[in-house]
């Protein structure tokens, strides 16, 4: 409906999952299935956002050469499991509709927003999904002890709601999101909250990171000559 917002609290995780083999703790891409059931359903575009630190390979395969859907996602590279490299960006007439933000390890909330801000919302914008599906992995946080991020739980938040906020003059607000990685049970925890907040309270206030940003500058500088002719970025 108009403006309808859920937040799925899945376990197990799911983005690593192809069509015929689990990986990664992943047994059924639960994202990937909720894309295709959208398109079986009747809607033409649905875009899919995985900040999850390991690249969602499972959800990127599943939709790489299909056009009706869009997969963002920013991850940990290189790292488990290998995919997602800038210039993946799907094929056939799928072609520019897989957007990879690869990030060096110990990238900070500074990191991230000049990514998003630069890249993954500009697309979604330009997109014009019908519906918003979001891979909330919460292993990028700093005390995760499976990668090797350094983001807040309050950035979790702020990140939430700026997908949100697109998918506001997009889609009538229409976003789902399902949560995946994140095993720092305090860090998943405030990070969940900050994340639920972002979509349910009318207004939530998150400073604006600061600090350098030389791990999502060198994102920014290593994508853009493969997603410039696909987006204006």
Known sequence: GEGARAYALVRPPGHH??????MGFCFFNSIAIAAAHARARGLSRVAIVDF????GNG?????????AVLFISSHQYPYYPGTGAAGDVGKGSGAGFTVNL???????DADYEVAYTRIALPVLEQFRPELVLVSAGFDAHKDDPLAGMRLTG??????????ADVSVATTHGRLVAITEGGYDLAGLASSLRASINALTAEAVSHNQPKGETPRGDATIKAVTPYLAKYWKL
């Open 17 to 22: 999952a192809e069509h015929a083999r689990a």
């Open 52 to 55: 999850d630190v390991h690249h």
């Open 59 to 67: 959800t990127q395969w599943s939709f790489y050469d299909d056009r």
């Open 102 to 108: 690869p990030l060096s390890a110990g990238a900070t």
């Open 154 to 163: 309050d950035y979790f938040g702020r990140l939430t709601r700026a997908i």
